[in-house]
Structure formats: C-alpha cells, structure tokens
C-alpha cells in the first residue's frame, strides 16, 4: 500500500504544535535568539513600541493643539507596554486579529484597550482620553517599516553579527597559532608554490572582516508621512506643524535613519544593500566550508574526534564526516538565495503600493537563521580539527618542482644583474618540470648545473619546498 493512503495520526492537530521547518524544529537551539526580533510576535513587539513612542512623542513635542500633556508615570506605563510584551499580549493581540483580520489594527486595539485600563494602575489619569491619537496620522506603512527597520537592525546587531565575527576572530586564531606551519598550495588542483595554512586561514578571516564591516555601517532607513508620502492629511489637521521636521525628528529619535521621499513604503533599497552583504559574507564563508572539506579530504586537517563527538556513518565504523562544514554549506546556500530573493523582490512596489513585500518580509528570519545556524557548524567544524603539520610535510617533500619557479625567478635577476648563462629560464625550468616529479636531489643536481652567482646557488640550494613560503606568516598581520 502506498505510504499516502496510509491511515495516519494527523500531526497538524499534535500538541505541542509540530514544527513544519527544520529552524522551528530539528534547529531551533541554534537559532531561538532570532525570534525575539524576526517572529510575528516580535514583530508586534516592535509595531507596539512604534505606536507607544509615536504617541509620546506628539504629546512631548506639542504637536497637537489641546491635547494633554503626559505625566511622567502616564509615560512609564505606556512603555511597559512594550517591556511587560509577553505571552497572554501574544494571545490577545492573535485573537483581535482574528477579528480585524488587520495585524496592526490589532496592535492599534491593543493600545487602547490598555489606555481604557490605565485607572486602574494609576488612578486620576488622562490616558482614557488619548484614543484618537493612537495611530494618528498614520497608515499601517508607517508603522510597519519602522517596526522592520527596528526589528532588523536588533537581529543583525544583537544575534547575526556577533556570530558573524566570532567566526571571522576564530579563523584569524587559528591562522596565527598555525602562522609558520607550511602546506603545498594547489591551482587549478596542481601542486602550486607553497604558503603556510595560517596564512590561508587569514585570507578567510580577512575577507569575512570585510563584508563584516559593510554590514556594521548598514543605514536602517524609516519613513512616517502618511498615505502617500505627502503628509496630505497631516497639514490639513494640523497646518500649523513642521510635519517634514516632526517625520525626520521622530525617526532620528527611534535610531533610524530618515528616509523623506517615499510612496506609501518606505523603499526597501537598504534592505537589499544588507542582504546582498550577508550574501556575499555567506558566500565567502562557503567558500571556507568547501576549502576545510577538500583539506579534510586531504588530511590537512584532521578531525578532532572527541570534539565531533558524532557517529561518521551509519554502516561504514571507520568514518568521521566532515558533517559541520557540510551542513554550512547546505545553509549557507539556503540563506543566500533567499536573501538573493527579498533583495530582487523588496525593491520594487507597483506605483505608490502593493503587498508583495508584506508576505516577502516575513522570510527575513528564516534567510537569517540559515546563515546563523552554518555559521554555528562553521565554528564547530573548525574547533573540531587539528592541523596535521606532518601530513603537509610528507607532501612538500614529495613535489620538489614546486621550486622551479623560484629557481626561474633567480636566474632572471641574476641576469639582470649581469650574469652570463641565464638564457631562457622559463624554458630550461619546463624541460626539467612539466608534467614531472622532481626530487630533491634531481633540483639540486639541476641548480648546481646553472653557474649561477654563488651567493645567489648558495641560497637556492638551501631551499626546500617546506622553506619557499616568502612572507606568508607575516601577511597575517594586515588582516586586522
């Protein structure tokens, strides 16, 4: 019988609810932190504080004739409103939606009905009385892309960057203990002249830091005028009013930056300016997955198995997986296309509104948690292995002709310099090495045969392809 016309228990009715995505689910312990900025109810949150702050600061700044002005604990308890956020507000603000069918309506109700409450913790009040100027001015945009922009720039600030730059002071660690700890390079999958892994490690560490950088001088852009962008309303209610300085004071005062030409959206262009660079962080970062795993392949890097603590195969005993960099890989990919995705999609809106980016910019977490949860395999995958300088030894001494260059390269200077009998070195050099395993004896056999300049025979002879690093180790120093 076929596994769908099974009769089965219906896990959409299980309680707990089971979790349809591998973040809510099998990952969630990697990723929990996100939610207090990228889940709906962190969203609320964020639309609750907008709303409070909005109110606060019309009635502070005196921006509507005749109303009140707050006290001092009037204002202490409409921002608790957002501090005291917790469970039973989610379950009340998920039941007036169900009525409204209206997410910031809902959070608009919700305000009131704590005004209509306040009495009762503070006795003579004029909180009561404050309901019209509730989200005054405001069309659901105006809310809604200060609440993105806020939540946004928590996340990336509080969760993603931290991970972020642990990864990247991981690597430059890592590369500094492993500064002077030669390996044979390979372009194209050749043998290619040697580095050190250390400074291999800091070309990572330095990439990383890079992008890590465009992101920490990120602008969060948020608008507050009106339906359109024209403050149309605001200055037939209230004409007297600086409404541009209000708008640009009001989104300063949230620690935004002020975007004043705008249709009913705020343009999202920031947006995908961010995640284009926490692509291109993933990206690199997958390019340091792919480079630890062809490494382990090689066992340059040997894997820790106290500190992988996992079974490698299910029928094979003798394996370790290289699973940390292969599982980054996978989410590392993941997260890019769908940062790809709300970068090309965020940045257009027919005419002066659609809601394509209403339902595109609840993804924003699970692009985000994708990138976190390979970031956390990464720095796991990279505690768990051990540089195998033994290894990397054994296979400079078997590719000599690595020192061909080197040699090349001499007997240009050396001719420059006026030495006789350094006619063609590329040439003499491919004769001796192409497509052919050098020795060592071979390349010494072959440098004697040249009548260099002693000092510059001296001096190859001495090199070996575990010495030919040039300046590698001190390359590590420019990456901070």
Not at 78 to 85: G, K, Q, S, V, Y
Not at 170 to 184: E, I, K, N, W
Not at 200 to 224: D, H, M, P, S, W
Request: hydrophobic share 40%; proline share 4%; charged share 20%.
């Amino acid at each position: 019988m076929a596994y769908a016309n099974e009769t089965l228990q219906d896990m959409a009715q299980m309680q707990p609810p089971i979790a349809l995505g591998a973040l809510d689910g099998r990952y969630r312990a990697a990723v929990a932190p996100l939610a207090n900025y990228f889940s709906e109810a962190g969203l609320n949150r964020a639309r609750v504080y907008v709303e409070v702050e909005w109110l606060v600061y019309l009635l502070d700044n005196n921006v509507l004739p005749g109303a009140p002005r707050l006290t001092d604990p009037e204002r202490e308890y409409l921002r608790a409103l957002t501090r005291d956020f917790n469970s039973d507000t989610i379950a009340e603000l998920a039941k007036t939606e169900a009525v409204t069918r209206h997410d910031v309506k809902a959070v608009e109700y919700y305000i009131k009905n704590r005004l209509e409450a306040a009495p009762a913790a503070l006795g003579e009040t004029n909180l009561p009385g404050l309901h019209e100027v509730v989200h005054i001015f405001c069309t659901s945009e105006d809310i809604n892309n200060l609440a993105y922009a806020l939540v946004i720039q928590a996340g990336i600030q509080n969760v993603w960057l931290p991970a972020a730059r642990a990864l990247k002071e991981d690597l430059l660690t890592r590369a500094r203990q492993s500064a002077d700890v030669p390996m044979l390079s390979r372009t194209h999958g050749q043998p290619a002249t040697p580095s050190t892994i250390g400074k291999e490690l800091a070309v990572f560490a330095y990439r990383l830091g890079r992008q890590i950088k465009r992101v920490e001088n990120t602008e969060y852009l948020g608008k507050i005028n009106g339906a359109t962008g024209t403050f149309g309303a605001h200055v037939i209610a209230v004409p007297s009013a600086d409404w541009f300085e209000i708008s640009r004071g009001f989104v300063e005062h949230l620690g935004l930056t002020w975007n004043p030409v705008t249709t009913q959206i705020e343009s999202h262009d920031w947006q995908g300016e961010l995640y284009a660079d926490i692509a291109r962080y993933n990206r690199i970062a997958h390019n340091f997955a792919t480079d630890a795993w062809t490494y382990i392949s090689l066992d340059y890097f040997h894997q820790n198995l106290a500190a992988q603590g996992s079974t490698g195969s299910s029928t094979m005993p003798h394996k370790v997986n290289p699973i940390r960099f292969e599982n980054a890989e996978a989410n590392l990919e993941i997260s890019s296309a769908l940062l790809d995705t709300l970068g090309a999609t965020l940045v257009t809106s027919r005419m002066q509104r659609d809601l394509t980016d209403s339902t595109t910019q609840r993804n924003i977490g699970v692009a985000i948690g994708h990138s976190l949860l390979a970031l956390d395999n990464l720095q796991r995958g990279l505690a768990g292995i051990d540089i195998n300088a033994e290894k990397m030894a054994a296979d400079l001494d078997g590719n000599w002709e690595v020192l061909g260059e080197a040699v090349q390269q001499a007997m240009r200077a050396a001719a420059i310099a006026g030495a006789s009998g350094m006619e063609d070195p590329y040439e003499r050099l491919k004769e001796l090495t192409r497509g052919n395993r050098v020795t060592g004896v071979q390349m010494r056999e072959f440098i004697k045969g040249l009548n260099m300049p002693s000092d510059v025979e001296e001096r190859l002879l001495a090199l070996t392809p575990a010495t030919y690093v040039g300046l590698a180790a001190k390359v590590i120093d420019y990456v901070d």
